[in-house]
């Protein structure tokens, strides 16, 4: 999920706006201390807790500031352009800029790039890029044109990579678009052509980016109100300079077709983007936050003043121009899940859960080719145990940059199964659910495969480990676990976990057949009830006599324990009633009988345990156990209530939940005479140190 928390407004004084708004908002070495450069002459250092501008700097009338101001990280001073070619360098203790270091470069300065642990760098009009060191040197050296005339650079932007400064910039010409990726460190210069739309050749581009793995995520947002994505690989291999890359949907209508400026695109991180824009032909202009996984929008705020379709971001915090102000939107983004949208997040999770991108980077694994793994190729390089070698050396990998899209693999390797009916890697998708990173969304056929080769193990691990599965498939689930016949379980290798020993509930059927039991479990004693009469005249009748000896004694568990163990994880699986009712009505009457003779004795252990739990490390619990007897009965209870070897269980409900009602209205006594006594203590806890008291309660 993502929040936009309240929005507040810096002091813009001293600030003019130009018709496109500021040259840009940059980080100085102060976390909370930024650089605004207007359109015009004037450089604010703002601190944005105070919303008050701590110095101001403008350069001399008939001057122009030509690049947004940067910070030196290496040094804490400030750098900007005026004039395309003449650079400033000055500190916090300078006042007037026509008195700090002044030096005059030989070309026009495209922009000045700085990011922490480098020294700024410096890119020209014509795609050349020298480090500030280098140039300050040598002022006027010679600097060469990269890029071809009439090819002007639109965009660029800095990032570190393993220690490695890495700028790319694209550029435009004649409504072609190219992307530059320069190495700084070895000096490796690399060109792409980026494929788009016809119709997008007449419209300015908007462009964001980030790096993942070996690979920068360029995303552009395009006429149509989407946001599309391309891969630029950071190190080329191929020998053609000039490579053609396309681009994938993203998101879908971010913003509305029809908007044509004033639309801007900014990735956050992973998983979520912010946009500025119109949602709708019809809405104002708006900041919204979108989920990339999802493809969901999170949140959004009107900008009902409009802005210049320039948006920033710093740490936590967006920047814009609403109105003629310079405001600051503070926003919150987290880790998304399917699992969180829908409300079936687990509360327990495993330490050792991965984050997962969410696009494949096979190359993030050194020493691992991308094509020995793509499911094309596994179709036909080696056989299934060749794979689960394979895969078993790719999970080994630990590296601090260890990034695997698990979905993927599964995806290529449930397609395969489809088109291939014996070929079923049972091993490898094992493996892969042990990862920890899957959801049902991620993999939606897996568990239908399974369910056909009626793999209840791996049921089982999916059961407890996907969030997300839809109530459907937990009904098929759940059916398989009910008929599956115990010979085909004996042999089969179920998590027991959840199961506690039944061997010590086991007694003799008969016995409990002709004696109820004496003993009073959390306020119930079968003889206090109403219902007792009902049970004796029920009993009297030969027919029902002999119906009696089929149903299941009290104490003895009505199933075996894998097979125990099997409903216990449909038990723990997350539903809504409302999607899961439908679906039990199609399980066949004996079933949801057995089905609920598990559930009563699940019941009455619980009942019969001073803490109201079942024993074992992750058994059902009271709530779910009750929930689960509702379902059932809400959905079929016309079907049960026509068979004879239920009615005794349901009568042995009827009777439990009457005398559960009454144990609760006595505790609700209790409740209700422990609060007149905590006010008589709070009343008398002025008084005497020492009283005694004695009260009667009934």
């Keep these: 999920m993502a929040a936009l928390e309240e929005e507040f407004t810096l002091s813009t004084g001293v600030l003019g706006a130009g018709p496109e708004g500021f040259l840009g908002v940059e980080q100085t070495d102060k976390a909370d201390q930024f650089l605004v450069t207007d359109s015009g002459r004037t450089v604010v250092l703002y601190k944005v807790s105070d919303q008050k501008p701590l110095g101001s700097w403008s350069v001399k009338q008939g001057q122009t500031v030509t690049c947004p101001a940067v910070c030196n990280f290496q040094t804490g001073e400030y750098i900007v352009v005026h004039d395309h070619k003449v650079l400033r360098i000055w500190n916090n203790e300078d006042v007037n800029l026509d008195r700090v270091f002044k030096a005059t470069l030989s070309a026009e300065v495209h922009r000045i790039h700085s990011v922490q642990r480098t020294e700024p760098l410096v890119l020209f009009r014509r795609g050349a890029v020298r480090g500030l060191e280098a140039l300050l040197t040598e002022p006027q050296q010679n600097i060469e044109a990269v890029i071809p005339d009439e090819e002007v650079i639109r965009w660029s932007e800095f990032f570190m990579v393993f220690k490695q400064p890495v700028l790319i910039f694209i550029t435009e010409k004649h409504g072609n678009y190219f992307a530059y990726v320069q190495l700084c460190?070895?000096?490796?210069?690399?060109?792409?052509t980026l494929l788009l739309g016809k119709e997008e050749k007449s419209i300015k581009q908007n462009f964001t980016a980030r790096v993942d793995g070996k690979f920068i995520s360029l995303v552009s947002l395009s006429s149509d109100g989407c946001a599309y994505e391309t891969l630029i690989p950071l190190y080329s291999n191929d020998a053609e300079n000039n490579q053609r890359l396309g681009r994938a949907l993203m998101l879908k209508a971010v913003v509305s077709g029809g908007a044509r400026n004033g639309t801007t695109i900014t990735i956050l991180d992973q998983d979520h983007v912010a946009v500025l824009g119109p949602l709708l032909p019809a809405s104002k202009e708006c900041l919204s936050i979108w989920n990339i996984k999802f493809q969901t929008l999170q949140t959004s705020k009107e900008l009902p003043q409009g802005t210049s379709g320039q948006l920033w971001y710093h740490g936590e915090a967006l920047f814009m121009l609403h109105g003629k102000c310079l405001t600051v939107?503070?926003?919150?983004c987290e880790v998304s899940?399917?699992?969180g949208a829908l409300g079936k997040l687990k509360h327990t999770q495993e330490s050792d859960t991965h984050s997962m991108p969410h696009f494949v980077n096979w190359e993030t694994c050194s020493g691992y080719e991308p094509e020995s793994y793509s499911a094309e190729q596994s179709r036909t390089k080696g056989s299934e145990k060749h794979i689960e070698v394979e895969l078993r050396k790719?999970?080994?990998?630990?590296t601090p940059d260890f990034h695997t899209v698990i979905g993927d693999i599964v995806a290529g390797l449930l397609e395969r199964c489809k088109t291939e009916p014996s070929f079923y890697p049972r091993n490898c998708l094992m493996q892969l659910i042990q990862t920890r990173v899957l959801s049902y969304s991620l993999c939606p056929g897996l568990m239908e495969i399974a369910l056909e080769h009626t793999d209840v193990q791996m049921l089982q691990l999916c059961l407890q480990q996907f969030p997300d599965i839809p109530e459907s498939t937990t009904c098929a689930c759940l059916k398989l676990f009910l008929s599956i016949g115990d010979d085909c379980l004996r042999d089969i290798n179920i998590n027991m976990e959840s199961v506690f020993d039944y061997s010590d509930t086991i007694q003799d059927e008969k016995k409990e057949m002709e004696e109820q039991t004496e003993i009073v479990q959390n306020g119930f004693s079968p003889e206090d009830s109403s219902c007792s009469k009902d049970s004796q005249q029920l009993n009297k009748k030969p027919e029902d006599e002999a119906k009696e000896t089929?149903?299941?004694?009290?104490?003895?568990?009505?199933v075996a324990s894998k097979r125990a163990a099997l409903l216990n994880a449909v038990l723990h699986s997350a539903y809504s009633e409302t999607f899961l009712l439908p679906h039990l009505k199609d399980i066949p009457a004996k079933h949801i009988t057995l089905f609920l003779q598990y559930l009563y004795?699940?019941?009455l252990k619980c009942s019969g345990n001073a803490t109201m739990t079942l024993p074992g490390v992750s058994p059902p619990t009271l709530s779910q156990i009750m929930d689960w007897i509702c379902l059932l009965l809400d959905a079929n209870f016309t079907v049960i209530l026509m068979i004879p070897e239920a009615k005794r269980l349901l009568l042995n409900l009827y009777k439990f939940v009457k005398s559960q009602i009454s144990v609760y209205s006595e505790l609700n006594k209790i409740e209700v005479s422990f609060r007149e006594l905590q006010k008589l203590s709070q009343d008398k806890s002025s008084r005497g140190l020492y009283s005694i008291e004695v009260l009667e309660l009934f």
Excluded: V, W
């Design 550 to 558: 089929i149903s299941f004694p009290m104490t003895a568990c009505p």
């Design 337 to 339: 899940s399917l699992a």
């Design 601 to 603: 004795f699940l019941y």
């Design 394 to 398: 790719f999970l080994a990998k630990s």
């Design 329 to 332: 939107i503070p926003y919150k």
């Design 185 to 192: 460190k070895s000096h490796g210069l690399s060109k792409y």
